[in-house]
């Protein structure tokens, strides 16, 4: 296994997710092969967690304990060129990422709950594509659920709704993205804490612009089999609410988990979001 995976086992209390869903909805996947429940009886998942653009698996950090406090096996990685990762920016590409959750996803020791972020929900479509028999669930967090042929700037491309946009710098051989001043309370995490916005610029890296071009390539024969939930941000400025509503409702789901959160649930709303994954 390369640096790429950051693999961290922990037991603890159970934390239950009664409180956000209050609900009695049918939870998705059926029987897990790769054995889902341990001897003892208590359900025991492995999640996969993808991040988006401009983050890296540091982002995961508040969620990552939360997960494991059932004792569940928490895969959280840095995508080429992200986070810690050293991938040169020209390297970085919509199959490298996907190569890096397959390797995730091949590395865990059961079927996974991959989740994805933002513009990682174009890579977790890809790797559940290549790994359908080993994906229980898909997770698409505030991000971006796209038809096949498709690539993430066509979609976005008439969001209104998205003021990050305006933040949004090209390089001028336009290889590369980055953000103005003010983007994290701006537009990417406008609830966040001032402690959370100091994290998110001094981790802020250039963004790879390729993968927002490259088109997705998905099936209904294997992506297509995998159980889709969407958690939905209701103060997203970055994916406006009714840009979610549309690609959920365009690709049907079994479910939509709503958050009133802005972009980074996992930094603002880290124990509603656990809760809602554990409900899974």
């Known amino acids: 296994m390369n640096g790429l995976l950051r693999k961290v086992l922990r037991f603890g209390t159970m934390i239950t997710a009664g409180a956000l ?5 049918p939870a998705c996947g059926g029987s897990d092969p790769g054995g889902g429940t341990d001897n003892d009886g208590s359900a025991k998942n492995t999640y996969v ?3 988006g653009a401009f983050v890296g698996g540091w982002g995961w950090d508040k969620v990552v304990p939360l997960l494991e406090a059932d004792g569940s096996e928490v895969i959280a990685l840095d ?6 990762d050293t991938t040169p920016l020209a390297d970085a590409s919509l199959q490298a990422y996907t190569d890096a959750v397959v390797e995730a996803i091949d590395s865990a020791s059961r079927p996974v709950i991959l989740v994805g972020h933002s513009m990682g929900g174009i890579v977790v479509s890809q790797a559940a594509e290549q790994r359908p028999e080993k994906v229980k669930t898909l997770v698409y967090l505030t991000a971006f659920l796209i038809k096949d042929g498709q690539s993430l700037n066509q979609e ?7 003021k990050i946009k305006t933040f949004a710098e090209a390089s001028s051989d336009g290889t590369s993205l980055t953000f103005k001043e003010g983007w ?5 995490c406008q609830d966040c804490s001032p402690e ?3 994290r998110l610029e001094s981790h802020l890296r250039e963004e790879p612009a390729k993968p927002f071009d490259e088109p997705i390539h998905v099936t209904e024969e294997r992506w297509g089999s995998v159980p889709r939930v969407y958690i939905e941000a209701l103060q997203d400025l970055a994916i406006s609410p009714a840009e979610q509503k549309s690609q959920y409702t365009a690709l ?3 479910r939509v988990i ?3 959160a802005g972009h980074a649930p996992f930094l603002t709303k880290p124990k509603e979001l656990s809760d809602a994954l554990k409900s899974l």
């Open 252 to 254: 049907p789901v079994e």
């Open 258 to 260: 709503s958050l009133d």
């Open 49 to 51: 967690l993808v991040h």
């Open 21 to 25: 869903m209050s609900s009695a909805l």
């Open 79 to 84: 995508l080429p060129a992200h986070g810690d």
């Open 184 to 188: 994290a309370e701006g537009a990417f």
């Open 156 to 162: 976005w491309a008439d969001d209104e709704g998205a």
């Open 196 to 198: 959370d916005i100091e």
